[in-house]
């Protein structure tokens, strides 16, 4: 359907970037999710592509197609992107049956070319030579007959939308938005308004849906478990700057720094603070929790001198590159700086500390809440702060010392508060971060 670029776009308003130097490539049938907490950028993100909204700087292409170059002077309106758009609120008209407004899109066709075929989807001529039509009432037939067997709706065709639930009111709102054939079809928290279990329901269907059609999705959300379930792949926006842009799992597993990390994951991950130095084996030695000894080994041997040559490199270039655009006639410079990000490391009692600048000694340990193994072998000792149940799971809060590292037990395994408990970290996909600058330096295994 679409392969969607965009180099170097920007949205400003003065000094404030909403979307700061954005590359992103979107291939064509991918689902891509923008990703991030609220004010970060992304809906700004999917407006500028669809052409709602027009970008201070940058290019963007649609099936090579140009669609805005501010060099070049181009910004094609929305209606000629032939993109679908499907919004938080429905807005289906309430005077118009279902039928009605599935074919309202359909009768404003009047394109070169355009027709019909027997499948029920709207083709067009893409060269422009043929004339411009109208489509027939029999040809909108067949298309609104198409879309509504795609999402179901076939047998509420001439009720209005105020005799439907919230659930089919989205499926005739999806129905309209493609029926029209568009290339791309921007979603913008369109389960919103659902309850929880609907929600959970339609998640399946828009999955279905993507399947089915071909066609290339781009959906804005800050829940990040429907950015987990649903996308090909994740952008994850913060501050107006791409954070990461990668598969759910490699999100999950390796954030590319502590606002990824923290950002994704239900429980969310444990933060643990430590520090130590690499020996002449690769093996990392930590103090933790206070006063708790652990060996941290890099997956793939790596030195974490070596890591940090690396990143200083790629940090000195972007400076570089920074300073050369500063330099440049028009450069504004930014208003909301970037920051390393304040992660939370969680405690029974908080207590105001002063803690002097982190140096390269100084480390972030990410672990997931499925990576705490609760058993009698454990190294540790802590004691049960919560326990929260829920069939097929548990989680539990324990207190070691102040601090408190949250678990998840798969099973239906019953824990009371106060009771003692042993806990180790399992596998080799324990995260480990510089304090000095938040970045994700490997995954690892930890002894305790």
């Known amino acids: 359907m679409a392969r969607i670029e965009l180099r170097n776009v920007t949205k400003r308003w003065g000094g404030y970037y909403a979307v700061e130097h954005l590359d ?39 099936d090579g197609v140009p669609v805005f170059d501010s060099e070049q002077g181009i910004n094609i309106p929305p209606n000629k992107r032939r993109v679908g758009f499907l919004f938080q609120n429905y807005a289906l008209w309430p005077n118009m049956t279902v039928y009605q407004n599935i074919a309202f899109g359909l009768s404003n066709i009047n394109e070169s070319g355009a027709s019909v075929n027997e499948k029920g989807e709207v083709v067009r001529d893409e060269t422009g030579k043929a004339p411009a039509r109208k489509l027939s009432k029999e040809e909108i037939k067949r298309a609104v007959d198409r879309v509504s067997a795609i999402v179901k709706i076939g047998q ?160 000195a270039e972007a400076k570089a590159k920074h300073d050369k655009m500063a330099k440049e006639p028009g450069y504004v410079e930014k208003t909301n700086k970037d920051t390393v990000f304040n992660y939370n490391i969680a405690k029974v009692e908080e207590h105001d500390e002063k803690r002097a600048a982190p140096t390269r000694n100084d480390f972030v340990l990410g672990v997931r809440p499925e990576f705490i193994h609760i058993g009698d072998d454990g190294a540790i000792e802590g004691e049960v702060f919560s326990a929260m149940p829920t ?53 690892g295994e930890v002894k305790l």
Request: glycine share 8%; net charge neutral; proline share 4%.
């Open 156 to 315: 509420f065709m001439d009720r209005y939308p105020s005799e439907l639930s919230g659930g089919q009111q989205q499926r005739v709102a999806i129905a309209r938005t493609l029926a029209p054939g568009p290339r791309v079809l921007f979603m913008d928290e369109p389960l919103s308004n659902l309850d929880a279990k609907l929600r959970l329901e339609m998640r399946s269907e828009l999955q279905r849906l993507h399947l089915s059609t071909g066609s290339t999705f781009v959906y804005v959300t800050h829940d990040q478990m429907e950015a987990m379930t649903l996308a090909t792949r994740i952008c994850l926006i913060d501050n107006g700057v791409l954070q990461q842009y990668d598969e759910p799992l490699t999100v999950y597993n390796r954030p590319s720094n502590l606002f990824v990390a923290d950002f994704v994951g239900n429980p969310a991950v444990n933060f643990i603070e430590a520090a130590g130095a690499q020996d002449g084996s690769g093996v990392l030695n930590l103090t933790i929790l206070k006063d708790k000894k652990a060996a941290f080994t890099p997956n793939g041997g790596l030195k974490i001198s070596d890591w940090f040559a690396l990143d200083d490199k790629a940090q």
């Open 24 to 62: 992103l490539t979107i291939e064509d049938n991918a689902f891509v999710t923008l990703l991030g907490p609220s004010g970060c950028g992304k809906t700004t993100t999917l407006r500028m592509i669809a052409g709602l909204e027009t970008p201070t700087e940058g290019r963007i292409t649609i």
């Open 391 to 443: 069939g097929m799971e548990t989680t539990v809060k324990i207190r070691v010392s102040n601090f408190l590292l949250t678990a998840v037990v798969f099973g239906g395994v019953v824990y009371k508060i106060g009771q003692k408990v042993r806990l180790s970290f399992s596998g080799d996909n324990i995260m480990l971060f510089s304090r000095e600058n938040g970045r994700m330096i490997t995954n």
